[in-house]
């Protein structure tokens, strides 16, 4: 079975300031790691994924993530964030190659960005 | 970029009635779910769905609760009688076959009365 931990419910960063949102996972096999982004009434997002090869990820917005397997992180950062960087980030693993792909979430982790 | 759409955006209904969400799939993707998300809470898997039948389902995924690949296009959810704990946003997605790709709907925002 796999698992995800967001470590930090809510984050609150001054505008301009960077920001990193925590993620660990746990997995028996080989996974896929993802970040998605949801803004208030909407969907999910997709910001960014790591399927293999380079460890440090960029995606959309400006955010990057950096997977370390040793310490089974996957961390998103931004090094300066605006008032529209302001939603709610989930953190997500899945398993399996191509095709079928059950994503498991973490809880979340609310960005609040401080004008 | 090819979208997951979702109708409709917003549904409320009685408790006790039944509820159909639909969902059209990105036209080449061959892998099917449904997820949700109670207010405040994670996003859950419901059942995945491919070649016609159910390939996995969770332990939300109920008696109450069927899905259906009608026509070539169309992926809905059923509730056959809802209650007010089925209140949540019910997210479709799909991906592909030969290339990782796993696309989510914007979410129909289900409320029980």
């Known amino acids: 079975a796999q698992s995800v931990t967001q470590l930090d419910s809510q984050v609150p960063v001054f505008e301009e300031a960077p920001v990193e949102l925590r993620c660990n996972y746990s997995s028996s096999v080989s996974v896929y790691l993802f970040w998605y982004v949801q803004y208030p009434n909407q969907g999910l997002q997709l910001l960014l994924k790591?399927?293999?090869?380079?460890?440090l990820v960029k995606g959309i917005n400006g955010f990057e993530a950096e997977f370390n397997k040793s310490q089974t992180s996957f961390h998103l950062r931004k090094p300066s964030v605006h008032i529209s960087d302001t939603a709610e980030y989930f953190c997500?693993?899945?398993?399996?190659?191509?095709?079928?792909?059950?994503?498991?979430f973490g809880i979340g982790t609310k960005l609040q960005v401080i004008p | 970029e090819p979208e997951v759409t979702q109708t409709p955006s917003h549904q409320v209904t009685q408790m006790g009635q039944e509820v159909i969400l639909r969902c059209v799939p990105i036209s080449n993707h061959l892998y099917f779910y449904w997820y949700r998300q109670i207010l405040g809470q994670k996003v859950e898997f419901l059942v995945s769905?491919?070649?016609?039948?159910?390939?996995?389902k969770s332990e939300i995924f109920d008696d109450q609760f069927s899905v259906e690949r009608p026509d070539g296009s169309n992926f809905t959810l059923k509730i056959r009688s809802t209650k007010l704990e089925d209140s949540a946003m019910y997210f479709c997605?799909?991906?592909?076959?030969?290339?990782?790709?796993?696309?989510f709907g914007s979410g129909t925002r289900l409320t029980v009365v």
């Open positions: 997605a799909s991906s592909a076959d030969q290339d990782y790709g796993y696309t």
């Open positions: 997500a693993v899945s398993r399996g190659a191509g095709g079928y792909q059950k994503v498991t």
């Open positions: 790591y399927l293999s090869g380079s460890t």
């Open positions: 769905f491919y070649n016609n039948e159910i390939s996995e």
